[in-house]
């Protein structure tokens, strides 16, 4: 079955700094993968997505991600992060056949991320 | 923007009663999703529902649930007879079709006493 793994739970990082938040899925075939950020009290944002193509693919509020099929990872990161990103960050994978009918997501445990200035 | 509404934003009820948990789509969207995420876990598929049918459910999705698309707007989640554990928030989502990103709403709030 497919399944995402974000290991870090709680990632502290000082304004400024760069970012790296981890991502590593379970899949057979080419995976979408997408990365949400919820703020407290918010729903889920769309950052970004890999659907084929450049394996570097950039996102909304300066974040990019990269794909990388033999390490089935797909990392975000940032390299200068602001106060307004302490939020909770999800990783996400297509289930199969996101493209028809079904197409739900398969959510990680998240990352929370928490700035100081 | 156009974005998925839900309403009410938070709700307590209690265990036995039912609940409809409501969500506006965005308008021209023709694939529709609820999860929930159970304090401190990780956000969880509960349905998909196209062209007035569901689409897929995961095991979550017992018989207490039900979902319907009342008219063209409106897309809801009934739960029959809530348990302590249905306590959660639970996302609409929705896709306009294909390859397409999915926007989820705010979340209600969903508190089981």
């Known amino acids: 079955a497919q399944s995402v793994t974000q290991p870090d739970i709680h990632i502290t990082v000082s304004e400024g700094a760069s970012l790296e938040l981890r991502c590593n899925y379970s899949y057979g075939a080419t995976p979408y993968l997408f990365w949400y950020v919820q703020s407290p009290g918010q729903g889920l944002q769309l950052l970004l997505k890999y659907f084929s193509g450049d394996t570097l693919v950039q996102g909304i509020k300066g974040f990019e991600a990269e794909f990388k099929r033999s390490q089935s990872s797909f990392n975000l990161r940032k390299p200068s992060v602001h106060w307004s990103d302490a939020a909770e960050y999800f990783c996400a994978v297509g289930a199969p056949n996101y493209g028809g009918s079904q197409g739900n997501l398969i959510f990680g445990k998240g990352t929370k991320l928490s700035v100081k200035p | 923007e156009p974005e998925v509404t839900q309403t009410p934003s938070h709700q307590v009820t209690q265990m036995g009663q039912e609940v409809i948990l409501r969500c506006v789509p965005i308008s021209n969207h023709l694939y529709f999703y609820w999860y929930r995420q159970i304090l401190g876990q990780k956000v969880e598929f509960l349905v998909s529902?196209?062209?007035?049918?569901?689409?897929?459910k995961s095991e979550i999705f017992d018989d207490q649930f039900s979902v319907e698309r009342p008219d063209g707007s409106n897309f809801t989640l009934k739960i029959r007879s809530t348990k302590l554990e249905d306590s959660a928030m639970y996302f609409c989502?929705?896709?306009?079709?294909?390859?397409?990103?999915?926007?989820f709403g705010p979340g209600t709030r969903l508190l089981v006493l």
């Open positions: 529902f196209y062209n007035n049918e569901i689409s897929e």
């Open positions: 989502a929705s896709r306009r079709s294909g390859l397409e990103t999915q926007y």
